[in-house]
């Protein structure tokens, strides 16, 4: 425990750091994916008031998944609800009771905290992709699916969602203006951005679209399946260009940011990136329960910082987590992620060792962390 301490140390004095921007990325699913099951009103109180207790944990960052069920006209009886789909589409999406109390946790939660806002989306059950059953795959050929139907129901989607988002959130709130006017930015279900898993996403022209709906940018990575994660090991843009896996190829003329880069401009795509791999990203109680029990949080803080983003004299931490999946799994005595006693006496470790450090530690949603890499990439910080 005391080695890791004084390597954290060590680390800080021959790297020069003088300033840290910690967040958090949650990927925040209160409903299951059909949209059947949601959490309970006790169960979101409970969460605010947990993570309003902590400095780490008061401003992280919601990746929220708007859900809707998703039916096909052979698909047995229709659920309650307002339909939505792409015209001559054989499947559409329902806008139903649990949709609008999926839409009432999110008010509350903005009503109650400084979390940020981004959005999450799943669409490996309504776009082909590899890890459709048998029996889905089938109706979708049976029907005449094709990409250009994906992709228009896809868009029809990223809408809906932009709706669901605005009609949650306080208009006040600068989350609001990016849903409405531009600026939002993005998780991918499953973390398989662009093609990355041909088992979850076939979207090759996802970056392009993502875009063209307002996406500033994308914070799946590092990747839970490590595959995905792409080569650039840092914060990055790239020309939103079509193909697999595009933003590792030529095309996209990927570009890392770097004080006066220059390469955060209107016409590219925000990717976050870092030399972490997963599970060192994750403070899911499965990687977290992976920690040395004789050195615990210090070892793992150890490996956090020197695997993060260090750009000049300033260090980028960046975790994520699903502070839902335990509870919609019926598991109501998991801690929270950031709660867990562990990440807590890790927070602790690192708040003690920048006072000792004279390092300045702000705690930043992913928001800030974007308009912040701006300010470095034009050379005003």
């Given at each position: 425990?005391?080695?890791s301490?004084?390597?954290?140390?060590?680390?800080?004095?021959?790297n020069?750091?003088k300033?840290?921007?910690?967040?958090?990325?949650?990927?925040f699913e209160?409903?299951s994916?059909?949209?059947?099951?949601i959490?309970?009103d006790?169960?979101i109180?409970?969460?605010?008031?947990?993570?309003?207790?902590y400095?780490?944990?008061?401003?992280?960052?919601?990746?929220?998944?708007p859900t809707?069920?998703?039916h096909?006209?052979?698909?047995?009886?229709?659920e309650?609800g307002e339909?939505?789909?792409v015209?001559?589409?054989?499947?559409?999406?329902?806008?139903?009771?649990?949709t609008?109390?999926s839409?009432?946790?999110?008010?509350?939660?903005?009503?109650?905290?400084?979390?940020g806002?981004?959005?999450h989306?799943?669409?490996?059950?309504?776009?082909?992709?590899d890890s459709?059953s048998?029996k889905?795959?089938m109706?979708?050929i049976?029907?005449?699916?094709?990409?250009?139907?994906?992709?228009a129901?896809?868009?029809?989607y990223?809408?809906r969602?932009?709706?669901?988002m605005?009609?949650?959130?306080?208009?006040e709130?600068?989350e609001?203006?990016?849903?409405?006017s531009g600026?939002?930015?993005?998780?991918?279900?499953?973390?398989?951005?662009?093609?990355?898993?041909?088992?979850?996403?076939?979207m090759?022209?996802?970056?392009?679209?993502?875009?063209?709906?307002?996406?500033n940018?994308?914070f799946s990575?590092?990747?839970?399946?490590r595959?995905?994660?792409?080569?650039?090991?840092?914060?990055f843009?790239?020309?939103?260009?079509r193909?697999?896996?595009?933003?590792?190829?030529?095309?996209?003329?990927a570009?890392?940011?770097?004080?006066?880069?220059?390469?955060?401009?209107?016409?590219r795509f925000?990717?976050?990136?870092?030399?972490?791999?997963?599970?060192?990203?994750?403070?899911?109680?499965?990687?977290?329960?992976?920690w040395?029990?004789?050195?615990g949080?210090?070892d793992?803080?150890?490996s956090l910082?020197?695997?993060?983003?260090?750009i000049?004299?300033?260090?980028?931490?960046k975790t994520?987590?699903?502070?839902?999946?335990?509870r919609?799994e019926?598991?109501?005595?998991c801690p929270?992620?950031?709660?867990?006693?562990?990440?807590l006496?890790?927070?602790?470790?690192?708040?003690?060792l920048?006072?000792?450090?004279?390092?300045?530690?702000?705690y930043?949603?992913?928001?800030?962390?974007?308009?912040?890499?701006?300010?470095?990439?034009e050379?005003?910080c």
């Amino acid at each position: 425990m005391t080695n890791s301490i004084a390597n954290c140390s060590r680390y800080f004095e021959t790297n020069n750091i003088k300033k840290i921007y910690y967040f958090h990325i949650d990927h925040f699913e209160p409903t299951s994916l059909d949209n059947h099951r949601i959490v309970d009103d006790k169960i979101i109180d409970e969460f605010i008031g947990e993570m309003n207790k902590y400095n780490h944990s008061k401003k992280m960052s919601l990746f929220y998944r708007p859900t809707f069920t998703f039916h096909t006209r052979v698909g047995g009886a229709k659920e309650a609800g307002e339909n939505f789909a792409v015209d001559g589409d054989f499947a559409s999406f329902i806008w139903s009771k649990n949709t609008n109390k999926s839409m009432e946790i999110l008010s509350s939660i903005d009503s109650g905290s400084e979390f940020g806002f981004g959005l999450h989306i799943h669409h490996e059950h309504f776009a082909e992709c590899d890890s459709m059953s048998k029996k889905t795959r089938m109706l979708f050929i049976q029907n005449g699916n094709n990409y250009d139907m994906d992709r228009a129901r896809f868009r029809l989607y990223l809408n809906r969602c932009k709706e669901f988002m605005r009609e949650s959130i306080s208009p006040e709130t600068a989350e609001y203006d990016q849903f409405t006017s531009g600026g939002w930015l993005f998780v991918h279900g499953k973390w398989a951005l662009n093609c990355s898993d041909l088992r979850v996403c076939r979207m090759e022209d996802e970056i392009q679209l993502l875009k063209l709906h307002g996406c500033n940018g994308d914070f799946s990575f590092p990747a839970g399946r490590r595959h995905c994660d792409p080569y650039i090991k840092t914060p990055f843009t790239v020309i939103p260009a079509r193909g697999f896996r595009i933003y590792d190829y030529r095309p996209s003329d990927a570009k890392p940011i770097r004080s006066k880069s220059g390469v955060m401009k209107e016409d590219r795509f925000f990717i976050w990136n870092s030399k972490l791999e997963h599970p060192s990203s994750s403070l899911d109680a499965g990687p977290v329960a992976l920690w040395n029990p004789s050195t615990g949080p210090a070892d793992y803080l150890n490996s956090l910082l020197r695997k993060s983003v260090k750009i000049g004299d300033t260090l980028f931490i960046k975790t994520y987590a699903h502070s839902m999946e335990k509870r919609l799994e019926g598991d109501l005595e998991c801690p929270y992620p950031l709660s867990h006693p562990d990440v807590l006496k890790m927070f602790d470790t690192l708040e003690t060792l920048c006072i000792k450090n004279n390092v300045e530690l702000n705690y930043v949603t992913a928001s800030e962390v974007y308009n912040i890499l701006k300010k470095i990439d034009e050379g005003g910080c």
